[in-house]
């Protein structure tokens, strides 16, 4: 189990967070893309080996949704890609 | 007799004798042996039958390095318990696992001849003709699994939690010497050994250390920040640092028996010591072949020598301070050394104890079959010799237990040849060391010194400089140092080569493993399942990869390592449970009235998301199918009244409220007026739906948005999402207020008469309280919020009030109700009301397929927005395939013939689904079945008729309109 540091709240355990998948960017407007890069948008992920920004959700606690940064190899985490996602 | 109690034995109370059965026989043994250690006293050696081939087996190991599982009887009915930790009880029964009909006469050796067609893989390949299914149940019950008693004991276990500063595992000289360190400079430690007493093999390997053991564990009383879990296991290093500990027997836990810790520590390190491997030859597994760590144990720990004439046969150092001691108990010992030239000083050792010892010779094959007789010798000129012996004491070298260190994943295994075993190397920033035997160093006293410098710097990593403390003098003893393997190449030899003890596997099963292809260490494992036994390859997983690196002409570095997982040795399932069990692990949710409808002979359903709800409320002699008619049929004929409280309910205010709503529905809601409600689609944006409910405006600035009970938690997560993520700028809270709220919903063509004898002191009529419009007032005394929606096809009125006030408005309009024949409804009957009514259910109809054309409710998607979530996947999706399934009635030839939900429909004659039956209920309107379901292209085959399947059953179904009932729905609106 993880320790995740909640922005809100401090370090807590994993269990507390429900992990929401890699922090793609906000949704763009529909009219902007073309329908490959629409299909992307919502289906590609990178699945990177290493340093990966990532999304929680702190449900069952303050309810702050914050983006980290987490190696997929060693699961150091850093919670400073704040301004990663939005 | 050959193996026999002799004098000493740290471990056992000879003043405590324990009588027990194994395999119905009696036997006796004392207080503190192990069931291994008193059936070897009495010269027990066949105790066991091998996984596959049931050849005969006795110990090898003395701890989790063995493998010999039995069944506990009694007390406590156990399967699978390993002898060699299994403490014997007075009147404790044990038997062998899979063997008829016991170990010594098993039946089960028939397998020995038929090993030709048990090669390595043989259930891929054996028994596929006719069909493996065939045999599973022959192969299973011959396996060596035991088998689970009927009256299984249930074990008393309890979970904790705990957190330290350095948690050090093992206490033999390197943990003992970490825990000092630690300890002293006031660092929050625990030290977790599996030992009764601390120590490790000190108290086996180095007779002179008992003193320094004893003051230290004087020491540790008098500090408190060190906290020491006996007979307790670290059997999981997870990310984080997070340790599994199992504890078994507390002493401060009364009754309990295993206590299964969670602990989270800042620097973890791993002191577990290191395994001896065995030595490969004909026949290495026969009752009599031992590890010779592990007939020193037996020694010195339980007062057990296990043979008079005992071959000590070695590739290394470590052995002769086995032989000496085993010599100096009165065996007639003799070593067989496969190198030419030994160091002097184990030479003089062997000498001063009457030890021969045979330089550059190695031991070929075993003889005997139940118990070992001889061994057959090539000795250092080329000649062969038969010695006879009744033990053969093995030693291959030792590897070192880092398992923990690479299950942390921070840790990568190298190659060591000093030791010719693998060590861990671990990343410099992980918080995590390993010292001791288990990162190679094998004499005590430099195992005390690396556990000190370890403890050392794993507190300067947290910012405590101390220093390490002062390792104790200490004779040298005989390590595992200038190892010389050597790993057979495959060739004809007589008999089997075993590697993997537990697993069964063989030399030339690897052989075969490598001759098909399996050419990765990984693929090698699970082919043959080396490794993969009760052991988990502590002794075997060396061997297997130094025999495939000489097989394949590869260096054993190349070949790598298996990955090491948790858990390290056994562990109780019931133990990892503790106290959550059922609804301690997942709770139920209740409504208000759940007392309510108990007393009322309700029988309860999951609703979803643990929600309790009637199901059907039973009358005398009625079964649950009549009872939701005759509750589906007061609904359509007259009234009645459901539990509605699980609905999700989710309070959505701010000025941007109306957004949102707009954004994530696929209809208009922004111009809703005030105490309107209307029925809305959520999709994901990979155009799918997520849920349905209908939403209404309470006011200018707040919404009530009802969702699916089983879709609540989905959709909050949904909006949360939206709302943080895409539109965090936007000012609006979502609230979830379910619980908040009880729901009394009161449906049928005679509600609104039964809602006026309840005392409202608002207008209800039709022109005020229209459908899909809402009202606030009272019932009487009862505070209520009304909501004109329908589930179930009949004019519905679903009174929301405060939770506290749910029962007794419920009893209120039971009681209004009665003159008109009012019903409860529980969840079967509801079922039957909305299929009939062809209102899709989230589960059911939405299968995660669907989109909102799919279901038929393409009117309600709005014309005017250019955007909402899913809008655009959905457009995409349409456009390039347009043919969907599509949501239809169906009604089966035979009018009373029911259909399974989730029934595939198939064309005759076809293989390719064409969709599936997702709803079929007995209509009561219709006096017949229905059924609702998707079917491909469906609206254009209106008439034609389709087949489900049943199990080898075709039934044939007309395609009609998905609606069965109140088609126009005047009732609904009335």
Redesign the interface.
Known sequence: ???IPCPDCGVRPENEF?C?GEAVT??P???TLD?AQ??GY??ERANRRGQHVE?W?H?ACC???FALSRDT????VSANAQDA?? | MSARRVAGGSAIDRSREIAFTFDRRPFRGYAGDTLASALLAQDELLIARSFKLHRPRGVFGAGYDDAVMVDRLAPRPAANQLATVTAIEDGAAYRSVSTFPDASRDLGALAQFFAPLLPAGFYYKTFMRPNWRLFEPFVRAAAGLGSVPQEAWRPVCESRFGDCELLIAGAGPAGLAAALTAAQAGAETILVDDGDEPGGRLSIDCADATGWVNGLSQAFTSLPNLKILRRSTVWALHEHNLLAVLERAPRDGAGLDFRNWKIRARQVLVATGAHERGLLFADNDRPGIMLASAARSHLMRHGVLCGERILVCTNNDSAYGAAVTLAAAGADVAIVDTRSAPAQSCLDAAKDSGVDVLPGSRIVAARGRRRVSGADIMLADGRSRRIACDLIAVSGGWNPAYHLASQSRRATSVWNDEISSFVARCETDAPLRVAGAAAGVFAASDCAADGAEAARSALLALGRTVDPAPPPELADAFVAQSVAPSWPQPGKVRGKTFVDLSGDVTTADLALALREGYDSIELVKRYTTAGMGVDQGKTGNVNVIGVVAAMAGKSVDAVGVTTFRPPYAPVEFGAIAGQRRGARLYPWRHTPLTRWHLANGAVMYEAGLRWQRPGYYSKPGENWEAAAQREARAVREAVGVYDGAPLGKLLIKGPDAAALLDLVYVGDFGKLRPGRGKYGVMMSDDGLVLDDGVTFRLNDREWLLHASTGAADRVYAHLEQVLQIHRPHWRVSVIPVTSQWANVAICGPRAREALACLDPDFDISRDALPFMGMAEGRLGDIPVRVFRVSWTGEASFELNTPARHAEELWRRVMTAGAPFGIAPVGSEANHILRVEAGYISIGHEVDGTADVYDLGLGAIVSRNKTDFIGKRAMEIRRRTDPVRPELVGFLPDDPQRKIPEGAPIVPIGGTDQEGFVSACVASVALGRVVALGLLRDGRARRGQTVHAHVRGETIALRVVDPVFHDADRQRVKS
């Open positions: 189990m993880l320790l429900q929401l906000s949704r407007e529909p009219a329908d629409w299909a919502i289906h999304r959700w449900f309810g702050m949704i190899l060693t699961h150091a996602w939005r």
